[in-house]
């Protein structure tokens, strides 16, 4: 099966769910490898980009209408990107390190799984 065909069916059978779970794996992934690497500050720029930008649009979706998820937990995520986006330029700056990200991702991944994910 080709790589397309497999993610076109992969889409039709993931739930929102499994799928924001999956991509926070990939880009949590990605954070832990550089960090593993022994990358700091700019260096830190995709992973860090890609969570930004993946944490903003959890925070658009919740603003959007039709969102069918709880007012209080809307409000805790976008709470939540927020503060992924000041962290972010403090990683970046080298006030701050990557490990918060990565432990706030594995954490919100836990719960989205139902499941306590190995160290």
Request: proline share 3%; glycine share 10%.
């Amino acid at each position: 099966m080709s790589l397309n065909a497999y993610r076109c069916a992969r889409s039709r059978a993931e739930t929102p769910r499994a799928a924001e779970r999956r991509l926070m794996g990939e880009i949590t992934g990605e954070m832990m490898e550089v960090r593993a690497a022994g990358l700091t500050g700019a260096a830190l720029i995709q992973p860090l980009h890609r969570n930004r930008e993946m944490w903003t649009a959890f925070a658009a979706d919740c603003g959007a209408s039709g969102n069918g998820l709880p007012d209080r937990l809307r409000a805790q995520i976008v709470s939540l990107a927020l503060w992924v986006d000041r962290y972010t330029s403090d990683v970046v700056i080298g006030r701050e390190t990557i490990d918060a990200l990565i432990d706030m991702n594995r954490t919100i991944m836990e719960g989205l799984g139902g499941e306590r994910l190995a160290a």
